[in-house]
């Protein structure tokens, strides 16, 4: 049994609490597709599903929505005017000035099935590559397990950033604080008598 001699900061109960973020959690999907058919076909796929959906018609708008709003998905066509889906998913996944970027999921669709583009694709951090005309079961799936490992990375990432404050925490107090936070009460122990 332990026992504080002090009340327990908040901030160490904080890493005891279950992550009440989540529980209501919408997810926010980009759909960036310069065709409005082919917008509207992957909206209607998606709608079903309880997701915040977005829309943009050119990498450029893609950009400034990424930005802003930090989806946790996103869905890019590979062919468009201004930058195509595969600079797009460069400038999320590799990006200095936004690391946090790099852990949004980031599904690539196309035409184009062959090998040398699905390389390309996954080479410029493409999280799934899906060839056109998309299978609407595939696509949700696909999604899906895409939003799950998103969770799931978002999780882990914030429980570190949690225990990292409080190993800081600790290592300020045990550095200021010459008595020890806490004392340990040991039951009495009686010899065993047969």
């Known amino acids: 049994m332990v026992i504080f001699n002090s009340p327990i900061p908040p901030e160490i109960l904080q ?3 279950r992550d009440q973020e989540f529980k209501h959690f919408v997810p926010r999907i980009l759909i ?9 076909l992957i909206t209607r796929y998606l709608q079903q599903d309880n997701y915040e959906l977005d829309q943009a018609d050119s990498g450029e708008a893609a950009w400034q929505k990424i930005l802003t709003d930090r989806p946790n998905l996103i869905i890019s066509d590979w062919c468009m005017p201004d930058i195509s889906g595969v600079v797009l998913c460069q400038r999320v996944k590799i990006n200095a000035e936004h690391p946090e970027l790099s852990m949004i999921y980031f599904i690539l669709i196309t035409a184009y099935a062959n090998m040398t583009y699905r390389v390309a ?14 299978d609407p079961s595939e696509l949700r799936a696909r999604v899906k397990a895409g939003l799950r490992l998103s969770l799931v990375t978002q999780s882990l990432l914030r429980t570190n950033q949690q225990l990292q404050a409080q190993n800081n925490l600790l290592k300020s107090l045990s ?7 806490l004392s340990i009460a040991v039951p009495s122990i009686k010899p065993y008598r047969s």
């Open 121 to 134: 694709a996954l080479e410029a951090g493409a999280d799934e590559f899906l060839a056109k005309p998309l």
């Open 175 to 181: 550095l200021t604080d010459p008595s020890p936070m």
């Open 32 to 40: 960036v597709e310069d065709d409005p058919s082919a917008c509207k």
């Open 15 to 17: 890493i005891y609490r």
